[in-house]
């Protein structure tokens, strides 16, 4: 397993996570495992149906109960296991210790409360602090997100904010109570491309003046380049490459990884037509023997689709789930040393 | 060169919005000023971020919109101004239109065969087996199995669905497509299907597009000429190559520069501050002024025109 040289911070074993469709049990996220290191960029990185967010929102215990099966497994932060753990507790460290910011500012905030109000929420709850003592903070947070006029702005309705704004308001929310691990899920794809380049370079500015860990989770491998040091690539609910984030784009190990990383547009090239990945995105309630990526693969064998591919280390801080690129690897090795 | 398809002259369009309960209304310049042509059997690729007036310059080319000034001409009818429901009769079968959303702007209740057929049957004189006949042609084009006409639009992943919107959009064979995000809402490896799947129906068929996206790398993609709009004003316009490789205006270089790249060596510059402005009443100079790294005091007071600086290279910047 890759683990980081330090204890992590936060750690998933095993996550199972079910929900339940018209069409039966589905199986969201597969026996993820991954590791947070203490102030580390980790991205995870997706298409729709992957397991990316449902990872994340499992973390913090956000499904809906009533459609979601207990999920198996254990995310151990603080030497605690935050899936048993009572709920009066996981409320301290929702919003305390580790806290969530979504892809759509203006539905995650409530638009007949002020800014002032919404960031003070935070604050009151978790440290306790007075109403004139929370505006104050908030203002300051609102300076830390570098949102001009922030005096006057504090006591606005988010209505009167631009989808920017809307983002950064979110940011000073999550960072109020200086949480250990930021999760942020889509955090810039609603936003216009210079503005999600000033949310970026403000997250990113934030990781190192508070030390935070941030999980970022998004379907664009652009934003992964620019932020992330360790990736996690996802398809169909299973982790199927992990991988140093250099490493990832100059070698990928897994062919889901090669299709998605040829798909992309390009911005500084011409080159004709793209090569497509064929097929669909599995619907997530069907039934694939062995790997479910093997009825879109180029490469896939026999044993392909005979068994379920284990995930398996392929150098440092390495993992991929595919057995032929992998002993490919481990024989041109061999051949080298 | 042959005799444009598309042609746009100084087109304009104004909403009007009202302010709180009671208040004067207010104009919002969606689109000012404009012009551009598009050439048969090319595509014309429209960038920029929301609010730049992009849609409704879509909306506005096929008739979904009246204009507020300026002529538009389409196949040689001029379909702006007192003529204009009599002109857009005229050349109606040659527009078609593909929305974003394939979920969204197909019935959920319509087999997918009669949302193909649609058109047909409002277009008339398809007898039963023809119209059956068009519709299996049709999936075809678009790479779909004929059974597929007897399901319904739930049962298909956004890619399919937007296979299904293409076709019922070639229906009428168009000669020319506005295309208004069509790949956005889908996952990467959907796009580039569909993004082919555009290219090669251009080739078979010699259709002409206007491409509208806020992705550049999509639009370089597809696109043969590429027009940046900033707050309803056309910026910039150039063949793609040049445009992606000398780009002139100071919004377009700032727009390139803030994409991020699938490349982790890649250092970006610091991104560009302040937002898209109001467009609401807007203020006389350059829409971009305020942002601009290259701002002269000529720019807060007067609007920059396009000006040709080369073959077909033309910006709207008084730095030029």
Known sequence: MSTPLAAPLLEIEDLTVRFRTDNGWMTA????????????????????????????????RLHAAATTRLPTGRIIYGGRDLLTLPARQMRAIRGGEIAMIFQDPMSSLNPVLT???????????????????????????????????AARRVDEYPHRLSGGMRQRVMIAIAIACRPKVLIADEPTTALDVTIQAQ?????????????????????????????????????????????????????????????????????????????????????????????????????????????APALLPAG??????????VAQWAAARESAA | MSEPIVKVRDLTKDFQVTRGRGGPPA??????????????GTTLGLVGESGSGKSTTGRLLVGLIPATQGEITLFGSTVTGKDRAAALDRVRTKLQFVFQDPHGSLNPRMRVG??????????????????????????????????????????????????????????????????????????????AQIINLLLDLQEKFGLSYLFIAHDLAVVRSIATE?????????????????????????YTQALLEAVPRPDPDRKRAPALGGEVPSILNPPPGCAFAAR?????????????????????????CHLY
């Open chain 1, 316 to 325: 440092p801080e390495r993992e991929a789930r595919c057995p032929p690129r």
């Open chain 2, 114 to 191: 009669d949302c193909i057929a649609e058109p047909l049957d409002i277009a008339g004189g398809w007898s039963r087996a023809d119209r059956m006949g068009r519709v299996a042609e049709l999936l075809e084009t678009v790479g779909l199995p004929r059974a597929v006409a007897e399901r319904f639009p739930h049962e298909f992943s956004g890619g399919q669905r937007q296979r299904i919107g293409i076709a019922r959009a070639l229906a009428l064979q168009p000669e020319f497509i506005v295309c208004d995000e069509p790949v956005s809402a889908l996952d990467v490896s959907m796009q």
């Open chain 1, 115 to 149: 800014i002032s109000d919404q960031i003070g929420e935070s604050l009151r709850l978790h440290q306790g602090v007075d109403k004139a003592t929370a505006r104050k903070r908030a203002i300051e947070l609102l300076e830390l997100v570098r949102i001009p006029d």
């Open chain 2, 292 to 316: 601009c790294p290259h701002v002269m005091d000529r720019c807060r007071v007067e609007r920059p025109m396009p000006r040709v600086t080369e073959e077909g290279h033309a910006v709207a």
């Open chain 1, 199 to 307: 949310i970026l370079d403000l997250l990113r500015d934030l990781q190192q003046e508070l030390g935070m860990s941030v999980i970022l989770i998004t379907h664009d491998m652009g934003v992964i380049a620019e932020f992330a040091r360790r990736v996690m690539v996802m398809y169909a609910g299973r982790v199927v490459e992990t991988a140093p984030v250099s490493a990832l784009f100059r070698a990928p190990m897994h062919p889901y990884t090669d299709g998605l990383l040829s798909a992309i547009p390009k911005l500084d090239v011409d080159v004709g037509r793209l090569p497509a990945i064929p097929g669909s995105i599995p619907d997530p309630t069907a039934v694939i023997p062995g790997c479910r990526y093997s009825p879109r693969c180029p490469m896939v064998q026999e044993s392909c689709v005979r068994e």
């Open chain 2, 226 to 250: 590429v027009a940046v709009m900033y707050a309803g004003a056309l910026v910039e316009h150039a063949p793609k190559r040049v445009l992606y490789t000398a780009p002139k205006h100071p």
């Open chain 1, 29 to 60: 996220v597969d026996h993820v495992s991954l590791q947070v290191g203490e102030g580390e960029a980790l991205g995870i990185v997706g298409e729709s149906g992957s397991g990316k967010s449902v990872t994340a929102l499992s973390i913090l």
């Open chain 2, 27 to 40: 104009l919002l310049r969606a689109v000012n000023n404009i012009s551009f042509d598009i050439q048969p």
